[in-house]
């Protein structure tokens, strides 16, 4: 069974950090990009970040270049989310999602494996 199992969420203050964990097990996922997505209630889904598992080629959308790092563990199968200097616009469900598209998501993208989420909540 291919699963993407994400953890690390939590409460933080403002200003604070947290490191989320996607953990993939059940394929191979070399040939595959993994991104991050948010949503807060009442929002629509955002995308925060994009790796490539093979390359460790990186993106981010602008709101979080400078405070968010994105990475990956081939030994572990897992790639990781540091987020440091939170915001508590940064409050939402973060998801993890496989792609065999590229780094930058486009709107017709597919993603064949998403996590259950985990959230993240920043008090300000």
């Known amino acids: 069974q291919v699963q993407l199992v994400e953890s690390g969420g939590g409460l933080v203050q403002a200003g604070g950090s947290l490191r989320l964990s996607c953990s993939a097990s059940g394929r191979t996922f070399s040939s595959y990009r993994i991104h991050w997505f948010r949503q807060a209630p009442g929002k629509e889904r955002e995308f925060v970040a994009a790796?490539?598992?093979?390359?460790?080629?990186?993106y981010y959308t602008d709101s979080v270049k400078g405070r968010f790092t994105i990475s990956r563990d081939n030994t572990k199968s897992t790639v990781f989310l540091q987020m440091n200097s939170l915001k508590p616009e940064d409050t939402a469900v973060y998801y993890c999602?496989?792609?065999?598209?590229?780094?930058?998501?486009?709107?017709?993208?597919?993603?064949?494996?998403w996590g259950q989420g985990t959230q993240v909540t920043v008090s300000s």
């Open positions: 790796i490539s598992w093979g390359t460790g080629n990186t």
């Open positions: 999602a496989a792609t065999r598209g590229g780094l930058i998501p486009l709107g017709q993208q597919t993603y064949d494996y």
